[in-house]
């Protein structure tokens, strides 16, 4: 079984900043993609930011140039810096993984349980 666990999320006031972490655990052949999406309340889950396995990255164009997503391929970790925060960027924010369980003969994507994220003076 793969679990992603997912940590920092919090209340920060705007123009402030958060780091979240997320670990991936189990029967882990290899990891494609990993990354972040966001659920705000009355929205649909969004992209916020990805990395692949090689270091190329995809970012949403609201977070551009203020959120910057990082991995540890071989602690199988991802991270999303969080600056300059907004209070549109007040969300759920899930950990996101494509990858190939062991055992499995498809690749399959996990998602984390969500942390909250809230932006507000």
């Known amino acids: 079984q793969v679990q992603l666990v997912e940590s920092g999320g919090g209340l920060v006031q705007p123009g402030g900043s958060l780091r979240l972490s997320c670990a991936a655990s189990?029967?882990?052949?290899?990891?494609?993609?990993m990354g972040w999406y966001r659920q705000a309340p009355g929205n649909e889950r969004e992209l916020v930011a990805t990395m692949a396995s090689g270091g190329s990255t995809n970012y949403a164009d609201s977070v551009k140039g203020r959120f910057t997503v990082s991995r540890d391929n071989a602690r199988n970790t991802v991270a999303l810096q969080m600056n300059s925060l907004k209070p549109e960027d007040t969300a759920v924010y899930y950990c996101?993984?494509?990858?190939?369980?062991?055992?499995?003969?498809?690749?399959?994507?996990?998602w984390g349980q969500g942390t909250q994220v809230t932006v507000s003076s």
């Open positions: 189990g029967s882990i052949l290899s990891i494609y993609t």
């Open positions: 996101y993984a494509f990858l190939r369980a062991r055992g499995s003969s498809v690749n399959r994507v996990y």
